[in-house]
């Protein structure tokens, strides 16, 4: 019996031991306070430097956006350029060879190069040219804006053929209804 007297005294000092050095509710919710307070300040670190990111990130999509428009200018301002050169390389050759030259080209191309030309030279032109490819350009410069000096003149002057004028006056009747 001595010995699980012994033992029991052993385990009972050892439970009131344990009992002491348990913490009270107090500690405890103080301890979970601090860890929490702990966890409130790593979170709103995180939050500044993931806002420092987003307003870099906005700082570099405004400065290419910018760019963007940039260049996109820069390449109207070019393309500008290329077509008045052609226009004027338009201007300088004889009326029959030019005209051959626009039976083979891009429509689109060709209405901007028109548009940059003198409107009696390029009339004068375009009395050569195959009269479906006149129509197909002349649609084309009402469609991206282009009917300027150009079709007004050709349209009073009657440079071209009545099919082609026909279907100028509709395009422009079109247009007025828009």
């Not at 009131?16 to 979170?43: N, T």
């Not at 009395?127 to 804006?145: E, F, H, R, T, W």
């Amino acid at each position: 019996m001595g010995k699980i007297r012994k033992i029991f005294l052993v385990c009972f000092v050892v439970l009131l031991s344990f009992s002491y050095a348990q913490e009270s509710p107090f500690e405890e919710i103080q301890k979970q306070i601090q860890i929490l307070e702990k966890l409130k300040k790593e979170i709103e670190l995180l939050i500044k430097k993931k806002e420092e990111i987003l307003k870099k990130y906005n700082q570099t999509l405004k400065a290419l956006k910018e760019e963007e428009k940039r260049l996109l200018n820069l390449e109207k301002k070019l393309k500008s350029e290329r077509y008045k050169k052609l226009a004027k390389a338009f201007e300088k050759m004889d009326p029959e060879q030019a005209a051959n030259l626009i039976n083979n080209m891009d429509p689109e191309l060709l209405a901007y190069i028109l548009y940059n030309m003198k409107p009696a030279k390029a009339g004068e032109i375009l009395q050569y040219a195959n009269p479906q490819k006149v129509d197909i350009v002349l649609k084309k410069m009402v469609s991206l804006g282009l009917d300027s000096e150009l079709l007004k003149s050709l349209i009073c002057k009657e440079k071209l053929d009545l099919n082609i004028t026909s279907n100028l006056n509709q395009i422009s009747i079109n247009r007025g209804k828009k």
